[in-house]
């Protein structure tokens, strides 16, 4: 199974679940942004109990591994869990939705992408991307996630949302963040 084949069956497995969801992470940087080698798919999925069943019909355990017990655990504890290929060595990992002002706010803003021909999916927006990855900058210092701003910035800036960034970003106390990745973005 390649990344696309594993895309379209967790889209059209949650959407036949009736999962709300959207793709983020480094598969959604990818679409507004440039290419980078990644083996993992990051969604954030609007799960509960009643869905528990269901996902694992879809994501049988001779061909996934999912445990029960792990998506169980994500959904008390508003955490995430992951949904295995073995025998390609691809993995999704579904982060549960929070249901605060900025998961709503993601929710609320939702693009439609067609990344190949046989593909339609949910995905967040390029700005809710950016500003994850600041969040995940500031936790964990590392360069791919600015490597990826920049990289949406110089594909997609045209069409970016900078003030809904700089009110995210000053809610979240990003700003030292954004400034010296906007400075980095200028200096090319």
């Known amino acids: 199974m390649e990344m696309y084949d594993l895309i379209s069956y967790l889209v059209n497995s949650f959407e036949q679940i009736g999962i709300k969801y959207f793709i983020t992470g480094s598969i959604a940087s990818i679409f507004y942004g440039e290419p980078r080698f990644t083996n993992d798919i990051d969604v954030v999925a609007d799960i509960d109990k009643k869905h528990i069943k269901p996902l694992l019909t879809c994501f049988p355990p001779d061909e996934f591994y999912l445990s029960e017990d792990a998506v169980l655990d ?62 995940y900058y500031k936790e964990g210092n ?45 200096s090319l």
């Not at 955490?79 to 073995?86: D, E, G, K, V």
């Not at 594909?155 to 954004?178: A, C, H, P, Q, R």
Request: charge should be neutral.
């Open 142 to 186: 590392s360069e791919k996630h600015i490597r990826d701003i920049i990289s949406i910035l110089k594909i997609s800036g045209e069409v970016i949302d900078k003030n809904y960034i700089e009110n995210w970003v000053d809610k979240f106390e990003l700003m030292d963040i954004w400034e010296e990745i906007i400075s980095r973005f200028k």
């Open 74 to 135: 994500a959904i008390l504890h508003n955490y995430q869990f992951n949904i295995i290929h073995p025998a390609s060595g691809l993995k999704i990992d579904v982060m549960i939705c929070k249901r605060d002002d900025f998961d709503i706010s993601r929710f609320a803003r939702i693009k439609k992408i067609n990344p190949v021909e046989y593909v339609s999916l949910n995905c967040t927006s390029p700005e809710d991307i950016i500003i994850m990855k600041m969040r």
